[in-house]
């Protein structure tokens, strides 16, 4: 278990950027990839980004693809979702998730996480 904290949520206009921060807690964080999920009114979780251990590998969903970007800063335990050119589509809240598994392989599906932050909100108007 690995104990994360969310914070950068907020309401923005369509369009604008938001700046996601994860911090970890532990010596450990650095062993684990770390996702990016979120969760609409009414709808299942979803994926949205996943970064490596190492930070050298990374995969989005098609659909914030080339507008979101995750990174890490291992020294520092944490993780960053950067979100450019909102939509109101974006608007969820979002989850940062510890990959259940070590080593270089990483998932996609909540099931493959095993540590959870609170959430912090997103709402992106129209």
């Known amino acids: 278990q690995v104990p994360l904290v969310e914070s950068g949520g907020g309401l923005v206009q369509a369009g604008g950027s938001l700046r996601l921060s994860c911090a970890a807690s532990?010596?450990?964080?650095?062993?684990?990839?770390m996702g990016w999920f979120r969760q609409a009114p009414g709808k299942e979780r979803e994926f949205v980004a996943v970064?490596?251990?190492?930070?050298?590998?990374?995969y989005y969903t098609d659909s914030v693809k080339g507008r979101f970007t995750i990174s890490r800063d291992n020294a520092k335990n944490t993780v960053v979702l950067q979100m450019n050119s909102l939509k109101p589509e974006d608007t969820a809240v979002y989850y940062c998730?510890?990959?259940?598994?070590?080593?270089?392989?990483?998932?996609?599906?909540?099931?493959?996480?095993?540590?959870w932050g609170q959430g912090t909100q997103v709402t992106v108007s129209s």
């Open positions: 532990g010596r450990t964080f650095s062993s684990y990839a």
């Open positions: 970064i490596s251990w190492s930070g050298v590998s990374t």
């Open positions: 998730a510890a990959q259940t598994q070590l080593g270089p392989i990483i998932f996609n599906s909540p099931a493959d996480f095993g540590s």
